[in-house]
């Protein structure tokens, strides 16, 4: 006799079954273009010294629906704005960045810390990482780690 607790009842019914496609996010793709764009505005806004609206900036535009390259792109993008806050901040003043984003913009900056740390260039810089991870979680609590583990839109 077959053990019955064992038996994947979902198997049994392809209506339930959701294709790759269904997955996805209804929003709009972003192009190479457009990135590339928010990546020119973010090294203005740091050669002038406003970090915190290169942060805002960065943030506000997530490639949700995009091909890995672009996604990569913005990554990279992201972690020279946390490198270049962090080269000219005390350790100490993260807090006040973090605060002052919406808590979209720290669910955002979560997926970006999780994504970097997947990256060569994050491992080699994680004490810088794992310096925002830390503050961001401080301040916020774990609501954007939930939310980033459950989420279907990936960056």
Same mark, same amino acid.
């Given at each position: 006799?077959?053990?019955?607790?064992?038996?994947?009842?979902?198997?049994?019914?392809?209506?339930?079954?959701?294709? &790759?496609?269904?997955?996805?996010?209804?929003?709009?793709?972003?192009?190479?273009?457009?990135?590339?764009?928010? =990546?020119?505005?973010?090294?203005?806004?740091?050669?002038?010294?406003?970090?915190?609206?290169?942060?805002?900036?960065?943030?506000?535009?997530?490639?949700?629906?995009?091909?890995?390259?672009?996604? =990569?792109?913005?990554?990279?993008?992201?972690?020279?704005?946390?490198?270049?806050?962090?080269?000219?901040?005390?350790?100490?003043?993260?807090?006040? /960045?973090? &605060?002052?984003?919406?808590?979209?913009?720290?669910?955002?900056?979560?997926?970006?810390?999780? &994504?970097?740390?997947?990256? =060569?260039? %994050?491992?080699?810089? %994680?004490?810088?990482?794992? =310096?925002?991870?830390? &503050?961001?979680?401080?301040? !916020?609590?774990?609501?954007?780690?939930?939310? /980033?583990?459950?989420?279907?839109? !990936?960056?």
């Amino acid at each position: 006799m077959e053990d019955w607790r064992r038996i994947d009842i979902d198997a049994y019914e392809p209506e339930n079954h959701l294709s &790759k496609e269904e997955l996805l996010p209804n929003l709009p793709a972003t192009s190479l273009s457009e990135i590339q764009t928010v =990546s020119k505005q973010v090294r203005t806004l740091l050669s002038q010294g406003k970090f915190l609206d290169a942060l805002k900036l960065g943030l506000q535009y997530p490639p949700y629906i995009a091909s890995e390259d672009i996604k =990569s792109l913005h990554t990279e993008t992201i972690f020279e704005i946390l490198c270049s806050i962090k080269n000219n901040h005390n350790l100490t003043e993260l807090s006040s /960045f973090i &605060k002052q984003l919406s808590s979209d913009e720290q669910d955002i900056l979560v997926k970006y810390l999780y &994504k970097t740390m997947n990256t =060569s260039y %994050g491992q080699k810089q %994680g004490g810088l990482i794992l =310096s925002w991870y830390e &503050k961001t979680v401080e301040i !916020t609590g774990l609501g954007p780690i939930v939310r /980033f583990l459950s989420d279907r839109r !990936t960056v």
